[in-house]
Structures are given as C-alpha cells and as structure tokens.
C-alpha cells in the first residue's frame, strides 16, 4: 500500500486487512503501556489546510502510539485563498523528509494532485478533501460495525442526510460494498448527488421506511448553511422529515446501531437523546478511529520501501 | 515582396496544381506555372487551404502579458494556420472601449503575423450592468462587428436584447457566452456521473441550453443576429438545429477540445482539463461532431486560453479556467472530423475559414483560393503524425491538454496576404 486517496482503491483483502490489523492495535489501548516502536524515526505530518481538531488529533495519536515523529502543519491559507500554494508547501514538506503525509483540504482531489504530480514522494492520506472522500472515516465507520454485527456481508446501512456534500456517505458508500453490505442512502433530493443510481446503492427520500429494516443507521452532518442553498425550505422542516428521534429510534430493530460521524449539530439531524442512547456508538467511533489510523500508518510505512502504485500491503 | 511559388498543392484536397502568390494575391493557378525569382514551395502532398479565422482567442494582452501577448498569440496563430483572430474582450482593462480595442488592433498589425480583430465588450467592464459603446467600437480604426462579454454569459434578458437591438445599426453580431450564473455557482466539471463521484461541483448542461435557448427566442423576436461561443452538449446543438430550422438568423460554434476530449479526465483531477464549459460526455462530443458536420455548428473557434504555469499546477479548485487551442485545431478537426469521414477540406474550409469570416464581416478573409483573391494560404500535410511537445509552442504559455498525445498533420506554411507567416513548420 503506497497511498490511501479513496475508499475505492481498497480491494476488499486490503481492507479486511486494515480492520484485523486494527483489531489488534485497538487490543493495545487495554494494556498499561499503549505504544509501539514501529514506526520509530519516520515522520508523519499533518497537513491540514481545513481546521478539523478531532481528524487531526486522532491521526496524531495514532502516529504517536507507532512512536513516529509527528508534524502538525497547519496551513493557513490554500491556494483557493491565495496563500501559499498546496504545491510550495508539498515541496516543503518533501525537503523536511516526511514519510507520510496525512492531508485535509478543502478542495477536491487535492491529496490526489499531491500524490501524483511529483511534487513528494512521501506516501499520502486523505484526511478529507472537500466534498469527495475520507477513505479512514469509512474505515473507522466499518470496523465499529464490525465489532457489534461481525461480517458485513448482506447486514444493511442506511447514510441519512446530506450525501450530496459529504465526503464521509461517498467513502461509506465505496467501502461498505467492498465489504458486502447493502448500503441506502436517504436524503431529500436536493441533497443526492446526481448520478447516484450508478452508484450501486439504494435510495430513499423516506426515512420512516428505511429505518425498520436496517442493522446500522448512520446520520450525516447537515449544516445549516445549505438552508440558505434553498436545498431544503427549514431546519426544522428537514429535522422533521430526516432528523434521528426518540419515536423513530423506536423503531428500529433491537440490534440496530446508531452512528454519527461527528461533529454533531444536536437538534438538526440527531436528538440528544439519541445520541447519547445505549444504541449510540458515537464515542465508540472516535475510539476506534485512533486504532483504524494506527493501521493504515502501519500498512503504508512500515513495509518496504516499494514504489509501486498498488496497494499491494 | 516575395513571390512564392507553390508547386502541387490539393486545394481543398483536390487534384494538385501550381499556385503563384505575388503582390497579396493569387496571381495564378495552373499546372506548369512559372515564375522568374519566385521562391518555389514543394506542395507535393499538401492539402491547400484558405487562411483559417478564429472567432474566439484570448491574446490576454493588455494586462497578463505573463500568459500572452498578441504577439505570442498571433505566433501561435500562425503556426496553427490561422491569419485572422478575433481578441475577446476579457483583457484588463477590458475591451469596452475604443481606446482599447484601437491599441489591441494595432498591435496585431506592428506584429504582422495574423490579423487581430478585436471583439468588444458587451458591458462596460463585463460587468453585466449597462451597454458599453459598442458603436463607437464599431466605428473605431479596429471596426468591431463582434462584441461578447465571454466568460461571463450576459444573463439578464432585457441587456441582451437590447445589445441583440443595438448591433443591428452597425451590422454587428452579440456573441454568448451561454452560462446561467445561478445553475454554475462554484462549477468545476461536467455535472453527470463523474461529478457526483468526484466531489466537484456540477456545471449542468441544462445551465447552457437555457441561455441559448432563451437568446434564440430573443434573437428572432427582434430580428437580430446572434452567434453562439463554445456549444458544448446534444441539447444545444438540438436547440440550434430547431432555431435554424424556425429561420432564426443564429450561428454557433463548437471548440476542438469539446470535439475530442470528455470529462472521463477529470478523474485526473488534473486541472489541464479545466475548461469552461466544461469537458462534457462521450454522448455530447458525438453530438457536436454530428453537428459540426451537417452545418447545425457552423464553425471551429479554439477558445485558445493562456494562463501561467502556476495557474494549472495546483489542485483543480484552485486552478484556472481554459486550454490552448490555436496551434492544436486543424489536427483535432481532421482527426475528429475529416479523418471518419464526416467533413471534407472544403467542408473544413468552409467551418473554419469562409464562414467564421462572415460572421465577423471580415472582408479579405475567408475568401477562396482563387484568382485575384487574397494570398490567404495555408498549406497542409495531413499524412504525417506528430506527439504535441508543450516547449515547441508558439504560445507563452503551456497548458495544452494535448501533452504527449499523437495527433495527424502539420501545417507546414502559412501566407497572409502573400507573405509567409511560417514556411518549413516555423515561423519566419
């Protein structure tokens, strides 16, 4: 494995490897000494061109826990804000001698330009590029369901919310059917993507329906300025037709799980009640985000130092 | 001034013959000619064509001479075959007066390599408010038929019939650049599947057909002329089709890029591809090939569009828009057009010399090779192949998005008016 860009570079052995490999580094957290000597003298930096504090502290602990050296590189402006361009600061980065670097921007595909334009040789992480991927948030997403459900083979997903600008629905979407789930996306339709139905998934505008047969609900984050899109007419309006509720968490199945990617707009899509319900595993997600990132650090840094472009770990 | 003597030249891809240009004309056609000094040019295998016109180039001069200068750019045009660009407006300061369309045209005249026709703004500024001085373009040393605001689509209706109104004192034609500005805020691609999949914001087709389809309804209201910039998908070639088949007075263009590429390389995220109206679907390029053939397109225009290397190395957000298309064009058209078998070189003359000359109410270009005419020659070798090399552009900038890729023909001279622009593949 040389980058992790999308989701959707992830074969499905390569991505049960990242979740048995997590496993075990989760395995860790129990014990009285959390760290591992494996990535001892590499140097992994954080470049987050978007503010993202949990994103960028979980990737930080986990680099910390391999015992790498860690760089937070908090680029104020891109490019798109005519600050320093995202290549200068590659270049930046290459001359300090990075071995992976964990990028979030706002744009995107910006992590795949830093991969392959030349600019670094270092391997790269999408920590979330705009409105396309954040491959180690499904990751974590996936490796949560894993350990309440076991196989996801036929278990059922809903991604409720706003599919359209979220990069967490795409890369859930990709890597839940790698992995053999029947994933459903339900969302107004202002907030689905045109071309979904090439996506391979179902789609509902009606969250009652949906919610009765599915094995894990995950609400997206809605942020209110996409009222101000005109993509749905109120808050409360959407909160009514999609919003996560007592009376709708009632009916879900016994075993159902209820996800949220964070951060959380309590009121919108989530009630607090729900989200701090025994079926909420919201905690459980940042938990195991930490012990998902440790893998794909590992995977990428510690083989050898190939140069192919496969993911071949 | 020298007389050329061009030897066993297809014109139009007929039987070869012999043609002497001499004084700025073509003095004679035959077979056998001579000529005492003439310069002999070997047309063995060469398709000869009229001077091509482009109607929309972006020479960027004045105000980022760091992309292009009209030298630059008329250089490229040149090699590319052209001897007559329309500059659009989009300068800074912009071409919204006859102060600066006059200092464009004379600039194209001091460099002597393709005539410079500068296209006026439609807005002062482009900013979409009030009527520029279009007469007084119009009535300027550079005489300023064509007039657009592009890259920005004149989107309030009422402005653009009015300027549709105004150009018809002075014979000139309102060319739109066809973007609903509420459907394309922050547009990045073709809105399709690939969009939805790449997180980029969607450009919908539909944010361009509406434009012309509103604009052919305005045009034929008031009895205008109207010119369509860059159709880029089926439904507005189908729009234009039903337009001209109503008797509305509408011509439309269609650039080499969205003849040959789709948004299949946004994948990429390669902001090389970045082009407004974006790179579109294999459906739409088939549409405007068959288009372009059966005369619903009427011309070939390049959009050529310079910008620094800084403006394409960065990720696609960032990116600017446009490509470079001047020295590229006839090699896509014979390669999307000729090539299978959908347009003949006449038909090629005909879209890219003869008829984008008319819409520009050029007199001495577009003519045919013929007695008397002008000496506007291009000759062509459509047998050979080329890999384009970015470094060998005329142009100052480099951001062709056919880097690497092997296109069919060279054009191996260029004469306006006589002279010789570009005679062995390079410029003189």
Redesign the interface.
């Known amino acids: 494995m040389r980058h992790l860009l999308s989701a959707a570079d992830l074969s499905r052995d390569e991505a049960e490897l990242v979740l048995t490999t997590a496993a075990e580094m989760r395995s860790l957290a129990d014990r009285p000494i959390k760290k591992l000597p494996a990535l001892r003298g590499r140097t992994v930096v954080n470049l987050f061109f978007e503010d993202s504090t949990r994103t960028r502290i979980s990737f930080e602990a986990a680099a910390k826990r391999l015992s790498a050296d860690v760089i937070n590189f908090a680029a104020k402006g ?3 804000s005519k600050g320093e ?3 200068d600061t590659a270049l930046t980065l290459e001359a300090m001698g990075a071995d992976a670097v964990v990028v979030r ?6 992590p ?2 830093l991969a ?2 030349g600019w670094v040789h270092s391997s790269v992480v999408n920590a979330g ?5 954040h491959p180690t948030q499904a990751l974590l997403d996936a490796f949560t369901m894993w350990r309440h459900l076991g196989s996801l083979d036929g278990r059922k997903v809903a991604l409720v919310g706003d599919v359209l600008h979220s ?1 967490v629905a ?1 890369s859930n979407a990709l890597l839940l059917q790698t992995l053999g789930a029947e994933v459903t996306l339900v969302a107004p339709p202002t907030l689905l ?4 139905d ?2 391979g998934v179902e789609t509902s505008y009606d969250l009652d329906a949906v919610l009765p047969k599915t094995d894990v609900v995950m609400m997206l984050r809605v942020q209110r300025e996409r009222m101000s899109g005109g993509f749905f007419p109120t808050a409360r309006e959407y909160s009514r037709r999609y919003g996560l509720d007592g009376r709708r968490m009632a009916t879900l199945p016994d075993h159902t799980i209820v996800m949220h990617p964070g951060p959380m707009v309590r009121g919108m899509e989530i009630t607090a009640d729900v989200a701090d319900s025994d079926r909420s595993v919201i905690v459980e997600q940042v938990t195991n985000g930490v012990a998902v990132r440790m893998a794909v650090l590992y995977l990428l840094l510690s083989g050898a130092d190939t140069d192919d472009e496969g993911l071949d770990a | 001034m020298t007389t050329y003597l061009i030897q066993n030249a297809a014109i139009l891809g007929g039987a070869p013959t012999d043609l002497l240009l001499r004084d700025g004309v073509v003095a004679e056609i035959g077979d056998g000619l001579s000529a005492d000094g003439a310069e002999v040019v070997d047309g063995s295998g060469l398709v000869a064509l009229p001077g091509l016109v482009d109607l929309h180039t972006h020479l960027r001069e004045p105000g980022r001479e760091d992309a292009e200068t009209v030298l630059t750019g008329t250089q490229a045009a040149a090699m590319g075959g052209f001897t007559a660009v329309h500059a659009m407006a989009n300068t800074e300061p912009v071409a919204d007066t006859a102060g600066v369309v006059e200092q464009v045209w004379r600039l194209g005249r001091e460099g002597g390599y393709c005539d410079v026709h500068p296209v006026g703004a439609v807005t002062v500024g482009l900013g979409g408010q009030q009527l520029a001085e279009l007469g007084a373009m119009a009535d300027s040393a550079a005489r300023v038929r064509v007039f657009s605001d592009d890259g920005h689509c004149v989107d309030d209706a009422v402005l653009m019939r009015r300027a549709l109104e105004y150009v018809k004192a002075f014979d000139g034609v309102v060319a739109q650049h066809a973007q609903e500005p509420r459907l394309t805020e922050g547009a990045q691609m073709n809105e399709g599947e690939l969009s939805g999949r790449l997180g980029l914001t969607g450009w919908p087709a539909v944010a361009e057909e509406a434009i012309i389809a509103r604009d052919c309804l305005l045009a034929a209201h008031v009895g205008s002329r109207l010119h369509v910039c860059h159709v880029s998908t089926a439904g507005s070639v189908e729009i234009v089709r039903d337009a001209k088949r109503k008797g509305v007075d509408v011509t439309a263009e269609a650039c080499p890029h969205h003849l040959l590429l789709t948004d299949e390389l946004a994948t990429t995220y390669d902001p090389i591809y970045k082009v407004n109206p974006p790179l579109r679907s294999r459906e739409d390029v088939e549409a405007l090939r068959a288009g372009l053939a059966d005369g619903t397109i009427d011309v070939v225009a390049t959009d050529h569009a310079p910008h620094p290397h800084e403006d394409k190395d960065c990720e696609w957000a960032a990116a600017a828009f446009g490509m470079l298309g001047l020295e590229t064009a006839l090699s896509i058209v014979q390669e999307t057009m000729v090539d299978p078998g959908l347009l003949d070189w006449a038909g090629v003359a005909e879209r890219m010399s003869a008829t984008p000359a008319r819409i520009g109410r050029l007199a001495g270009q577009g003519r045919p090779i013929a007695v008397g005419e002008p000496a506007n020659v291009v000759l062509y070798d459509p047998s050979v192949r080329r890999t384009v090399e970015p470094g060998e552009s005329a142009s100052l900038s480099r951001n062709t998005p056919y880097a690497g890729m092997e296109l069919p023909g060279r054009v191996v001279a260029t004469f306006l008016r006589g002279r010789a622009t570009v005679l062995d593949g390079k410029l003189t």
């Open positions: 891109s490019s798109l361009s995202l290549k921007h706002s744009a995107s595909g910006a795949y330009r392959h334009s590029d705009g409105t396309h991927e990069r795409r993507p045109v071309g979904v090439t996506w």
